[in-house]
């Protein structure tokens, strides 16, 4: 497991933009680069006044092309430092405190977390599940203030998930909740073969058709846990999911949903190495 970095660690690693810079380009394109021009190894140098280095023939590489930090007036150290945050708290980070923390306005705050939390979705991806897997339904958003709750609530989004027991878990937004709107996902992203645990409802019931041991509870009988099929895992999925957009965000609206939703995926499924997600940021900006 690697070790956490602290604040301290962090501005000795990336004291200005200047190192940020070498960093990116280090893990981009190598110590030992070798120029598509003129075929010299490692003669790169960098720009005075422009984010990028020189070869001694005057081709030139920008490192910053093809990340998030790309056409960013931001200097680079505060994008390095966003991200930071972004993996060393449990619950992510709202504009408002991107903005305290970075002195950006809060424009630049909100854009800033937008497009890390796109870069965390394709830095998880969505790896196949397998074993046993669990897959639950739920809303999210709609009514904060008075006026009706639960699923006829106004405004509300659907989320289906899928939950590899003791492994990834992967979210998508959905219309609804019927079988031709759930079946496509399982198929895209469970292994077949696998077992499937759900609820009563009636979308799933074609799935051991399709290949899958499947099990149910029904939990309009009070039934929870059946023969080691159950939710519960799933269920405890949504509540830790609600609990955090509540108490971060207060409200996310269902245009933005997704990107929230990969950045609650990228955090679980690391959940067992936090220490090393900044790590893993840094590594993967050269894919």
Known sequence: MAKSLSIQ???AMFPDDDACLEHLFKVRYGVEHVCSRCGEIGKFRKLSKLPAYTCQCGDHVH????TPFHRSHTPLQKWFYAMYLFTTTRHGVPAKELQRQLSVNYKTAWRMGHEIRKYLGLVDGDPPLSGHVEMDETMVGGVRRGGKRGRGA???T???GMLERGGDVITRIVPNVRRATLEPHVLANVTAGSTISTDELKS????????????TVNHAAEQWVRDGFHVQSAEGLWS??????RGTHVHVSRRHLAKYLAE??????????PAAMFQLLLARLAT
């Open 204 to 215: 799933y019931a074609n799935l051991s058709r399709l290949g899958y041991t499947h099990g």
């Open 264 to 273: 609650f995926e990228f955090r679980w499924n690391r959940r067992r190495d």
């Open 240 to 245: 830790l999911l609600k609990r955090s957009i």
């Open 158 to 160: 659907v989320v289906f």
């Open 9 to 11: 660690d962090f501005m």
């Open 154 to 156: 106004p405004g509300k």
């Open 63 to 66: 490192p910053m092309v093809g």
